[in-house]
Antibody, heavy 119, light 108 residues
């Protein structure tokens, strides 16, 4: 069974940085592609970026609102993905979810971690 | 960027009725990569359908998905009380992946 567990959410001041992690189990991690999705309070989900499986080259794509500020990475030795968030603004306040897709079971989501950007 | 437009914005129905939610894409969705989610208050979105019409594990057969190209539909054949909430479509065939704005299904 696919399990995704996010951690690292916190209250941070505008202009600050935060690093989220997503621990994965239940599948072959090195092959897996992963996307980060966020959802601001009262809003719909928003895709913010993805990282390819290491066996597919590990390329990364970002959504326009976070490009140049956020960095997605992976640690295959720990079955963990990371989201480094820099230059945070109040617009980045949201629940952040890691998600992964399988052709046999579709999209799996973690439970989410809350990031609050406020002074 | 592919824009997904859902209709209606709000659907007011009674248990036992049939619900139909539409999702229209601004350009063709590649490789049938279209999913539907249900979200209850305070919870993460729950996957219902992927690849346009494949039900996720544990999803009741009253949920079905259909469509192709730019027009997609989620149908709930007979509403149960636990089906009320917000529904989203998502395309994951083209980066950036995008979501519809949501359809709120409320009890009439």
């Amino acid at each position: 069974e696919v399990q995704l567990v996010e951690s690292g959410g916190d209250l941070v001041e505008p202009g600050g940085s935060l690093r989220l992690s997503c621990a994965a189990s239940g599948f072959t991690f090195i092959n897996a592609w992963m996307s980060w999705v966020r959802q601001a309070p009262g809003k719909g989900p928003e895709w913010i970026g993805r990282i390819a499986g290491t066996t597919d080259g590990g390329a990364v794509d970002y959504a326009a609102p976070v490009k140049g500020r956020f960095i997605i990475s992976r640690d295959d030795s720990k079955n963990t993905w990371h989201l480094q968030m820099n230059s945070l603004t109040t617009e980045d306040t949201a629940f952040y979810y890691c998600t992964t897709f399988s052709y046999t079971s579709g999209w799996s989501w973690g439970q989410g971690t809350l990031v609050t950007v406020s002074s | 960027e592919i824009v997904l437009t859902q209709s209606p914005g709000t659907l007011s129905l009674s248990p036992g009725e049939r619900a139909t939610v539409s999702c229209r894409a601004s350009q063709s969705v590649r490789s049938n990569h279209l999913a539907w989610y249900q979200q209850a208050p305070g919870q993460a979105p729950r996957l219902l359908i992927y690849s346009i019409s494949t039900r996720a594990s544990g999803i009741a057969d009253r949920f079905s998905g259909s469509g192709s190209g730019t027009d997609f539909t989620l149908t709930i054949s007979r509403l149960e009380p636990e089906d009320f909430g917000v529904y989203y479509c998502q395309q994951y065939g083209t980066v950036p992946y995008t979501f519809g704005q949501g359809t709120k299904l409320e009890i009439k």
